[in-house]
């Protein structure tokens, strides 16, 4: 084992020091290779196991335990929220030598939604840019792809109204969230301000940078796009055109940043679920902080809503988000959206979903699991 202990300068001169120090570091680099090839070779031992009843590659529940475990044993000086990057990524290589995952995004290159999906898998995916959210879904629900990455919240604009849509019409499952700052920079082929005549961006970014836009670049056309990184590539295409987008954005396209972290709110996050088809080995197993996403709807009378929340009260169960969207009956209907603290194999959980369900017309559990804890 290499001499990790806490070093001390001396009187030596400064290149000897670093030399020794680097010599030390360099021995670390060795252990930690044959450490991390070691967990490579029980990963695939794993992966022969789950082939038996065929277990999915991906488990969410068991890689938010690791981390969590990881977390809790770290003695420093390395901070806790640099270890989940660090771990999702061997996590990631010690995965795809079981089996390759298809993760589809809202694309092209360059988007927040491929970051996420990043952030959440690491790296060694097949990543697939969709040019919609509907075509992550249906990509995911064919089988294109294993799991679709998908927006349905912002802190500064709430819900994405489009991805509550499909979540209710398809049979696609969630199994995991991921949270991620949304900084939003003005891109552009020119590394000023001047001569932008419009501004391309999806539509909640837009939002999210209204009144930036309005005081800053007031006479520019605004002009809703489908993704962020398809305004950063028109930008590329046409110097009167400036984007909203990310740094990565900005890099993929050979933009200037001409104008940092532009939206309204500073603390912009917005909220992703991965979504992936049904089946037997699809459940998500408890982790401790959990939680469960339903859409119901009641009967139109008065009081049904207020009664639809009681059984949660009655078991201790808190709600975390309460979402309604037209059921598109034609009749001033009602879905609503529900996020539950908890997990069904709680017993207190399942007996209010059991009593819920009893009231509803409507009742969907889109899934359970691991929080995007920050």
Not at 86 to 101: D, P, V, Y
Not at 121 to 129: E, H, Q, R
Not at 294 to 323: C, Q, W, Y
Request: net charge negative; hydrophobic share 40%.
């Amino acid at each position: 084992m290499a001499d990790t202990a806490h070093f001390q300068p001396d009187d030596r001169p400064v290149d000897e020091q670093l030399a020794d120090l680097r010599v030390r570091i360099d021995a670390v680099d060795r252990q930690l290779l044959d450490l991390i090839n070691q967990r490579a070779r029980l990963a695939q031992a794993v992966g022969e196991v789950k082939k038996i009843d065929g277990s999915p590659v991906f488990r969410p529940d068991r890689e938010a335990q690791v981390i969590d475990r990881v977390k809790a044993q770290n003695p420093g000086p390395v901070r806790e929220d640099s270890l989940a990057p660090i771990w999702r990524e061997i996590m990631s290589a010690c995965r795809a030598l079981e089996a390759q995952q298809r993760v589809a995004f809202l694309g092209p290159v360059g988007t927040f939604s491929e970051q996420a999906t990043l952030n959440y898998f690491g790296s060694s995916i097949d990543a697939l840019a969709c040019p919609s959210v509907d075509e992550v879904f249906r990509a995911t629900i064919a089988g294109s792809a294993d799991y679709g990455v998908v927006p349905v919240e912002n802190s500064t604009e709430g819900v994405v109204a489009r991805s509550l849509d499909l979540l209710l019409a398809s049979p696609l499952t969630i199994v995991g969230e991921t949270s991620l700052l949304v900084t939003h920079n003005l891109l552009r082929k020119e590394p000023a301000r001047a001569g932008i005549t419009t501004v391309c961006a999806h539509p909640q970014a837009l939002a999210q940078c209204h009144n930036w836009l309005s005081q800053n670049l007031p006479d520019a056309e605004r002009r809703p796009v489908s993704s962020n990184a398809e305004g950063a590539r028109l930008a590329a295409e046409d110097r009167s055109i400036a984007a909203l987008a990310s740094e990565r954005a900005a890099s993929q396209y050979g933009l200037h940043v001409v104008q940092a972290a532009v939206q309204d709110e500073a603390h912009n996050r917005t909220r992703f679920v991965i979504v992936t088809r049904p089946g037997p080995h699809v459940g998500v197993a408890p982790t401790g902080h959990d939680c469960t996403s339903l859409i119901v709807a009641v009967d139109n009378r008065p009081g049904a809503v207020h009664d639809m929340l009681v059984p949660l009260k009655r078991h201790g169960v808190s709600m975390t988000r309460f979402e309604s969207r037209p059921a598109r009956s034609g009749n001033w209907e009602y879905v609503f959206f529900i996020d539950l603290a908890g997990h069904p194999a709680q017993d207190n959980v399942a007996a209010a979903l059991q009593e819920l369900r009893a009231q509803c017309s409507f009742f969907k559990v889109l899934g359970s699991f691991p929080l995007d804890v920050h």
